[in-house]
């Protein structure tokens, strides 16, 4: 299969609409988002990206093709870096909670699973949705914003909608792609269904944010 991705990409296309619908990403495209409910936000992430950091790497690990390893590597060094310097900036005056809501519990839970299991054309798969999804909500944001000057959450969205997030989404996608080409059917199949299951919790993470979900009990 010359371009999985795009196949994969069409038939989720229903997940990302209602992203781009959400108030979520609509109140912060215009400025208005409550700073209580994207300090959770925030939070909530750095919790996300201080497990997908271990996740991108394993992947990487398990890549037979030395630039796919060193890619995946350099991956996870870059979202230390670059997410570190956007919570610095959200988060330096706000008190952090280290506990994760029961959506990133899951999300963090499923990838980890997944990699950790399942074959690297899954874990391709399973990883690839956080790269592209965030690609395209951050194009989305610039291309239909208009409080671009006074938007309290700009360098967030820079940052996803930039040109060098823009390279390295890119590359996942090559590598998965590739992958994709020599995979049996059914390891197909299962990549589609753990592709489209990891865009839901996509989704799932920025409705909990809105929501500031916590455990019941």
């Known amino acids: 299969m010359q371009n999985w991705y795009k196949k994969i990409n069409n038939q989720t296309d229903y997940i990302l609409r209602k992203i781009k619908e959400h108030p979520f ?10 700073k209580d409910v994207f300090h ?7 919790l996300y990206l201080s497990e997908y950091k271990k996740i991108l790497s394993v992947t990487g690990v398990k890549c037979s093709d030395e630039a796919d390893t060193q890619f995946f590597l350099d991956a996870a060094t870059g979202v230390i870096h670059v997410e570190n310097a956007l ?5 330096k005056q706000e008190t952090f909670n280290p506990v994760p809501s029961p959506t990133c519990e899951l999300y963090t839970s499923y990838l980890s699973r ?6 690297v054309e899954e874990s391709l798969a399973a990883i690839l949705p956080c790269f592209t999804i965030y690609k395209q909500v951050g194009d989305y944001i610039l291309k239909h914003q208009t409080n671009t000057i006074k938007n309290p959450y700009q360098n967030w969205i820079n940052t996803y909608g930039g040109e060098d997030f823009a390279k390295s989404v890119q590359k996942a996608v090559e590598i ?3 992958h994709a080409q020599t995979a049996s059917d059914e390891i197909l199949t299962k990549m589609e269904m753990i592709f489209e299951k990891a865009s839901k919790l996509e989704w799932m993470f920025w409705d909990s944010a809105y929501n500031k979900e916590s455990w019941k009990l």
Request: glycine share 4%; no cysteine; hydrophobic share 40%.
């Open 25 to 34: 990403i609509n109140e912060l495209m215009d400025g208005t988002l409550p």
């Open 40 to 46: 959770f936000y925030i939070n909530q992430d750095a």
């Open 114 to 119: 997944i990699v950790h299991t399942h074959s």
């Open 87 to 91: 919570h610095n900036l959200f988060l």
């Open 176 to 178: 998965t792609n590739k």
